[in-house]
């Protein structure tokens, strides 16, 4: 039986590097998306408008637990069902639910359709692209702030589309795995501190800072591991990320920014636009030298470094774990 569910993460794993997410396929992450875009409906009515601040948070909390218990009762149901069908069938599920988890291949894509833009000298579209995969506004972005926008996306997704969903695999399978998503999920959607969002999405945020509190801090070592493998700068990686990991609101945000910012020489973060507002933000590294198309890819070598790395302990802990 260890050697089934092995296989499943393994299968699902590889199933992510070759294929990433299917366009053209439903995806579980979409059904989240509507559930909590209904629950938020029946939640806080359009109407709704003498809501207080406690009430908006109590219907913050309720909000959470009811995406966590739907998802986590579909995909219990799931598991539940696959192993009526013998270990083959359970095998296949677990492993298309793996899959379905990670990111890795998806986040390369989208960030490399940033680097061929802005490589082709096609300004435009590469702002385009970059809003694809982005929160902040891309309007006011130049040609350098569309790079570093990208890079810094695949910097901090590396932890939540990769690092965490395998660290979670691990330690509690596909269903431990997909209330991590769930939680990453609804901190997309309802976890920004604007007017619309500031007390309704305070549980969801609050959560999704304490989920990745572990994931987030490994997968910044996992990356300066992976500097010192691909002979970037593993040395500064380590001293960016050691002066720098706080420069962030977020607690998590700026680990694995700061351990890229470091390996790859660059300046990250900043004051950014977000609902056509300026933010004031710390910067995160030095500039040793400017940023350029070519750090997309860079950044994205550390990510699929960190990745595989993360591959080989996640096998090794779920066996054991699943051996005791």
């Given at each position: 039986m260890v050697g089934y569910h092995l296989a499943a993460i393994l299968a699902g794993y590889l199933l992510d590097l070759c294929l990433g997410?299917?366009?053209?396929?439903?995806?579980?992450?979409?059904?989240?998306?509507?559930?909590?875009?209904?629950?938020?409906?029946?939640?806080?009515?359009?109407?709704?408008?003498?809501?207080?601040?406690?009430?908006?948070?109590?219907?913050?909390?309720?909000?959470?637990?009811?995406?966590?218990?739907?998802?986590?009762?579909?995909?219990?149901?799931?598991?539940?069902?696959?192993?009526?069908?013998?270990?083959?069938?359970?095998?296949?599920?677990?492993?298309?639910?793996?899959?379905?988890?990670?990111?890795?291949?998806?986040?390369?894509?989208?960030?490399?359709?940033?680097?061929?833009?802005?490589?082709?000298?096609?300004?435009?579209?590469?702002?385009?692209?970059?809003?694809?995969?982005?929160?902040?506004?891309?309007?006011?972005?130049?040609?350098?702030?569309?790079?570093?926008?990208?890079?810094?996306?695949?910097?901090?997704?590396?932890?939540?589309?990769?690092?965490?969903?395998?660290f979670y695999l691990a330690i509690g399978g596909p269903l431990l795995g997909w209330l991590y998503k769930a939680v990453n999920t609804m901190d997309s959607m309802v976890g920004y501190k604007n007017d619309r969002y500031l007390h309704f999405g305070r549980a969801a945020a609050k959560l999704d800072d304490l989920v990745n509190l572990i994931p987030s801090r490994l997968a910044a070592l996992l990356l300066i591991v992976s500097a010192y493998l691909l002979r970037y700068d593993g040395k500064n990686a380590y001293r960016i990320w050691r002066r720098d990991r706080r420069n962030h609101k977020s607690p998590n945000s700026a680990q694995t920014e700061s351990a890229c910012a470091g390996a790859l020489g660059l300046r990250l973060a900043g004051d950014a636009w977000y609902f056509g507002k300026l933010v004031p933000k710390p910067y995160i590294g030095d500039e040793i030298h400017p940023i350029e198309p070519q750090d997309i890819r860079r950044v994205n070598r550390l990510m699929y470094g960190a990745a595989g790395i993360m591959g080989i302990i996640a096998l090794v802990v779920r066996g054991v774990i699943l051996f005791l």
């Open positions: 997410d299917p366009h053209s396929m439903p995806h579980p992450v979409r059904a989240i998306g509507n559930l909590i875009v209904w629950l938020e409906k029946y939640l806080r009515p359009a109407g709704k408008k003498h809501a207080t601040e406690r009430g908006e948070r109590r219907a913050g909390v309720l909000f959470v637990c009811l995406v966590l218990l739907v998802t986590g009762s579909v995909a219990g149901a799931i598991l539940w069902i696959s192993r009526l069908g013998g270990i083959w069938i359970q095998t296949v599920v677990e492993a298309v639910m793996t899959y379905y988890l990670l990111a890795a291949r998806s986040l390369r894509d989208e960030s490399m359709a940033v680097c061929r833009k802005l490589e082709a000298g096609e300004i435009e579209e590469a702002r385009y692209a970059v809003s694809m995969i982005v929160g902040r506004d891309t309007k006011p972005l130049s040609e350098a702030g569309i790079a570093r926008a990208a890079v810094e996306t695949v910097a901090e997704n590396a932890s939540d589309g990769v690092i965490a969903p395998l």
